[in-house]
């Protein structure tokens, strides 16, 4: 029996709604493999989440579905188990806000601007904007979820500005750095973000192989716009 059976079997027998019957049984069903607790618990973490993101919005277009599949790469086999938890999710009576504060709990530290939490958010984002567009519903609900995750506006900014941007993307805001800083200190925090936001740094988060294209995307964001910063600050 394959994990996602495994974790559906659980949540039917525990459920007294959807969200209830998750917690426990990424709790109780692999308590003794926490590499794999979580794992799942990220997995569910999205799915959930973005199944919450689909009925704010009202419209789940075929690019997403597709986006929702590039993050999570499992075998056709899986599809109907991981649409059944989807589902569930998505008919859930409970809240976003409800699924949002217990999965912050995803974040051992309890700090702000968790990284495993920024990795949900990227994942959502990556959804939500496969038709094009994060559209303002989609943007309101983001926003939600990382006051819960307890992302500060700065940090989501930056977060926004990877992924939404009308006339070509700020590079001081993708680092998080100001104009005023001389070229060390924006080299320095440069490294600082390879080193923490690293492809080979998720598994040690629980975050599943598949979704290493999300950190690969954010990793092509930051040497893109260290690149434009160098290149402005040579010029000039």
């Given at each position: 029996?394959?994990?996602?059976?495994?974790?559906?079997?659980?949540?039917?027998?525990?459920?007294?709604?959807?969200?209830?019957?998750?917690?426990?049984?990424?709790?109780?069903?692999?308590?003794?493999?926490?590499?794999?607790?979580?794992?799942?618990?990220?997995?569910?973490?999205?799915?959930?989440?973005?199944?919450?993101?689909?009925?704010?919005?009202?419209?789940?277009?075929?690019?997403?579905?597709?986006?929702?599949?590039?993050?999570?790469?499992?075998?056709?086999?899986?599809?109907?188990?991981?649409?059944?938890?989807?589902?569930?999710?998505?008919?859930?009576?409970?809240g976003y806000e409800a699924?949002?504060?217990?999965?912050?709990?995803?974040?051992?530290?309890g700090n702000a601007n968790?990284?495993?939490?920024?990795?949900?958010?990227?994942?959502?984002?990556?959804?939500?904007?496969?038709?094009?567009?994060?559209?303002?519903?989609?943007?309101?609900?983001?926003?939600?979820?990382?006051?819960?995750?307890?992302i500060n506006e700065s940090?989501?900014?930056?977060?926004?500005?990877?992924?939404?941007?009308?006339?070509?993307?700020?590079?001081?805001?993708?680092?998080?750095?100001?104009?005023?800083?001389?070229?060390?200190?924006?080299?320095?925090?440069?490294?600082?973000?390879?080193?923490?936001?690293?492809?080979?740094?998720?598994?040690?988060?629980?975050?599943?192989?598949?979704?290493?294209?999300?950190?690969?995307?954010?990793?092509?964001?930051?040497?893109?716009?260290?690149?434009?910063?160098?290149?402005?600050?040579?010029?000039?």
């Open positions: 029996m394959s994990f996602w059976e495994r974790l559906l079997n659980a949540v039917s027998a525990t459920a007294t709604n959807a969200l209830s019957g998750l917690v426990e049984a990424i709790r109780t069903l692999f308590e003794g493999d926490p590499e794999t607790r979580r794992q799942v618990a990220f997995s569910v973490a999205v799915i959930a989440l973005s199944a919450k993101m689909a009925k704010a919005d009202g419209i789940v277009s075929q690019q997403e579905i597709d986006a929702f599949r590039e993050i999570f790469t499992f075998p056709e086999s899986e599809a109907r188990n991981v649409a059944r938890l989807y589902n569930l999710a998505k008919q859930d009576v409970a699924y949002a504060e217990k999965l912050s709990g995803l974040c051992s530290s968790c990284p495993v939490l920024e990795n949900v958010l990227d994942g959502l984002f990556h959804i939500a904007k496969a038709d094009g567009a994060v559209h303002e519903k989609e943007l309101g609900f983001l926003t939600d979820i990382a006051g819960i995750f307890r940090h989501f900014a930056r977060i926004v500005e990877r992924h939404v941007h009308v006339s070509g993307r700020d590079p001081y805001l993708v680092l998080g750095v100001s104009r005023d800083d001389d070229f060390p200190t924006i080299r320095k925090h440069y490294y600082s973000l390879v080193r923490e936001h690293h492809p080979d740094r998720l598994v040690a988060r629980g975050v599943p192989t598949s979704f290493h294209a999300i950190a690969n995307d954010r990793m092509a964001r930051y040497n893109d716009a260290y690149a434009a910063i160098e290149r402005e600050l040579k010029a000039a």
